[in-house]
């Protein structure tokens, strides 16, 4: 209930505000609402886009939704050509090794990057709605100092240790060869590069508004890393072969000098040469350089590669520059939460690895394997069928960054229930396609064994279609219902709720390995592990769904104090406009000096009370004000 007051005219009565202490509402009742949001400092680079601001909202969420879609399915059904081809290249022993060593690099090294870029993003996030420029340098350099610590602390162990590590992962039951050591160790360099030049410029991409861009380097980097693939497996083999053909003619007398390249080293060349291309093109957007006297300007606004030629803005609220403590501690903070929620299906799929190598006699190691590359399929497979609800939130995301940022409440609120109905209506379609033709497209993406090498290995295979096919309906499963935690899990980073996304994350983590413990140790059936992953997501939905209707009433409740903004905003419009006329005579002259400004027009809301007794109360369910950065 809004009520306007007046005492001859005007009334000198100020703002009562209730207690609340989210950033975002706090911005409500700012003064000079009706001001330009969007331009804080006119050197500020960070601007808002129109059609995310002003346009139609689902052809906004469009906009962003589809190629992220489209870029996201690529980049996974391209995933599957490296299983393809170390199957057909590497014979089954390849594709045991490969999905040994996957899990574990997932966890080690790709999940730490997506980790440490996703906490720079919020960084981000918040330096974005703030208008504020000077994070933009200091969160760059942070990252590129993490990554390359992490790098120089983890490569080494990698490379130097490779037997040890395989013989814990697997209990020696597949074999080892010594150029997995040059595989493990291209995988760091590779994964260095991925963080610095592909991950982290994805996200800066978001914040700039080219989603085109981002989705054009998604594609571009798959398509290299499988065509560079492919034409290493091939010299590779090519290899391997006149090797062998050099011992049959006995040009080679001793076993031992027979040189032998594993596909995983054509798989890590592959990935590796299209990293490397990428990353040239990443460097040609963001720095401007000259080629042949020729001047380049980078296309991005961020300039985050180079210096600042302007002084740093000061912080709008406290006037005080951001300091690099402050934004460190920021991205550890929201450090955990993105590294669980990246490496997640690695980490339980590493762990049910290590449980079947106790729960399981070594006599029955084929089944092992077997199971070993199920998993590797359930994981290819798993990171397809989360395309959409993640590439949803992360649209969510990219669109309510500007309309939060513009106080526009009420357009957030449509845009959030445009979100969920995507997340709850297009992930389980395409789940239940992948339900309902599992089988089909198992045998199409499985080479013809039998044909490349033999006999016995295609009665091998005979035994491990079935175990593939049950690993791809339980990756199909998983994601179903995770729309909603993914959303939630955006919008706790979005209002700096930090704790409450740590707590969601562990919880899905921890109800996911209770239950690998519990078929490990209680069933004994391996391929039945699968469906334990997906118990952890369904706690996690659970959750997100609860706090889906929270944040239904939040933005409602948002959106009515918008509403009554504007109506407050028209109103002080035509008082000002009165006492305007009303300060001068028929001559045109001023009736008192006194009268030229309006006591109204400097407290515009000063005389207006508001009744929340028909909303809820938000004091102690929002999270506390966003610490400066």
Known sequence: MISVSGDGGLCQDFLQKPAVTSTIEQNLFKKGLTDNLLQRESESPMQDCPLFVSGNITIAFWSVLIPHVLAFLFEGATGFLEYTGIMAFGQLDGAYAFSTYLPLL???????????????????????????????????????????????????????????????????????????????????????LTSLFSIFASYFLIFENRIILNASRHIFLASFAATFQIIAYFYIQAFNNNQRYLYDIQAINDPKDVIYISPLTGTALGTLFSQFVVSIWIMFLFTDITIFGIQHAGVLRFKCCKRPRTKPMRNLEDGQQSRPTQILKKLFLFFPQNYLTHSYVSCAILFINCTMNVAYD???????????????????????????????????????????????????????????????????ILCLFGLFFADSLIAIITPNMGMLWGESTSEEMALLLPVLQKAFKAAALSPIITGPYYLILLIYELEDKWLLSLLLSL??????????LCYGFLLGDSVDFLPSIFFGDVFASIVGVLYVVYYCSKYTHLASIEQARAQLESLDEQLNRYIKEDSYDANGKSKSDDGRSSDHGCNRYGHINFDHGSAFDTSSNMTGETRDI
């Open 106 to 192: 997932n966890v080690l090294l790709r999940s730490v990057g997506l980790g440490l870029a996703a906490s720079a993003a919020n960084v981000l996030a918040h330096s974005f709605f703030r208008g504020l420029s000077s994070p933009l340098q200091t969160t760059f350099n942070l990252f590129i100092y993490l990554i390359l610590g992490w790098a120089l602390l983890s490569g080494p162990l990698l490379g130097l240790l490779p037997r040890h590590i395989s013989n814990g992962l697997d209990g020696g039951l597949s074999s080892f060869r010594a150029s997995h050591s040059t595989y493990l160790f291209l995988i760091g360099v590779t994964d260095l």
């Open 362 to 428: 070594k006599e029955n190691h084929q089944k092992i394997l077997h199971n070993r590359l199920a998993n590797l399929v359930y994981l290819r497979s798993y990171s397809i069928f989360s395309a959409v609800p993640v590439a949803i939130a992360l649209s969510f995301r990219a669109v309510s960054m500007h309309t939060l940022r513009s106080g526009l409440y009420l357009r957030t609120r449509r845009l959030f229930i445009i979100a969920l109905l995507h997340t709850v209506i297009i992930p389980p």
């Open 507 to 516: 919880g899905r983590i921890i109800v996911c390995t209770t239950s690998i």
